[in-house]
């Protein structure tokens, strides 16, 4: 079964500075790997995603990711942090079975003035 | 304007009571999914639906009845609501088609508190 695993369930950063939220993953077929933002009492809003095409992935609101099996990792970025960017994040990775995605347990970004 | 929508957006209900949540999408997307969010364990799935009265369980099915006899709806029924079904529960849909093109979109949640 294939599951993700995010590294650090709150971060912390300057307005202005990297964005760095790191995403692994576990997998024993190419996965199709999903970044979501869910700002408060809202949905989720799909960021990107990577479906084995280009190993860059870029998305909405200046975000990208890149797919990297070697290191079997997918972490998101952006180079210049928002105040509106301040939300929580979610990797997924699509469960080939079920066609359903797994989710990790998210990272809370705060982005200080 | 098409979409996914839940309903109710809020439920207060008591320990016991059996309570349904709704869920309508537009797009006759053939995949349907139920989870809920709750801290520090991201989104779970409870049940999914591969196409009108095809469903089977996810990761915490245990206390959730589903069915889906219209592709459009998928209502999960809490049968009988405990304190730990306090929860929030978002709906997605799934397109079906090449790999390239999967796309999941979420309704806006249906915050669940059982008292």
């Known amino acids: 079964a294939q599951s993700v695993t995010q590294l650090g369930s709150h971060v912390s950063v300057s307005e202005g500075a990297l964005v760095l939220l790191r995403c692994n993953y576990s997998?024993?077929?190419?996965?199709?790997l999903f970044w979501y933002v869910q700002y408060p009492n809202q949905g989720l809003q799909l960021l990107l995603k990577?479906?084995?095409?280009?190993?860059l992935v870029k998305g909405i609101n200046g975000f990208e990711a890149e797919f990297k099996k070697s290191e079997t990792s997918f972490h998101l970025t952006k180079p210049s942090a928002h105040m509106s960017d301040a939300a929580e994040y979610f990797c997924?990775?699509?469960?080939?079975?079920?066609?359903?995605?797994?989710f990790g347990s998210g990272t809370r970004l705060q982005v200080q003035p | 304007d098409a979409g996914i929508t839940q309903s109710p957006r809020y439920k207060i209900t008591e320990t016991g009571r059996q309570v349904t949540l709704m869920c309508h999408q537009t797009?006759?997307?053939?995949?349907m999914f139920w989870y809920r969010q709750d801290l520090g364990h991201g989104l779970r799935l409870i049940y999914y639906?591969?196409?009108?009265?095809?469903?089977d369980k996810g990761e915490v099915p245990d206390g959730y009845v589903v069915s889906r006899s219209k592709t459009e709806n998928f209502p999960l029924t809490l049968e009988s609501a405990t304190r730990s079904q306090t929860s929030v529960y978002f709906c997605?849909?799934?397109?079906?088609?090449?790999?390239?093109?999967?796309?999941?979109?979420f309704g806006s949640g249906t915050r669940l508190t059982v008292v």
């Open positions: 997924a990775v699509r469960d080939t079975g079920r066609r359903a995605l797994t």
């Open positions: 797009w006759s997307h053939s995949y």
């Open positions: 997998s024993s077929v190419p996965p199709y």
């Open positions: 997605a849909s799934s397109e079906s088609g090449t790999a390239r093109n999967y796309g999941y979109t």
């Open positions: 639906s591969a196409a009108a009265d095809i469903t």
């Open positions: 990577y479906t084995s095409a280009a190993t």
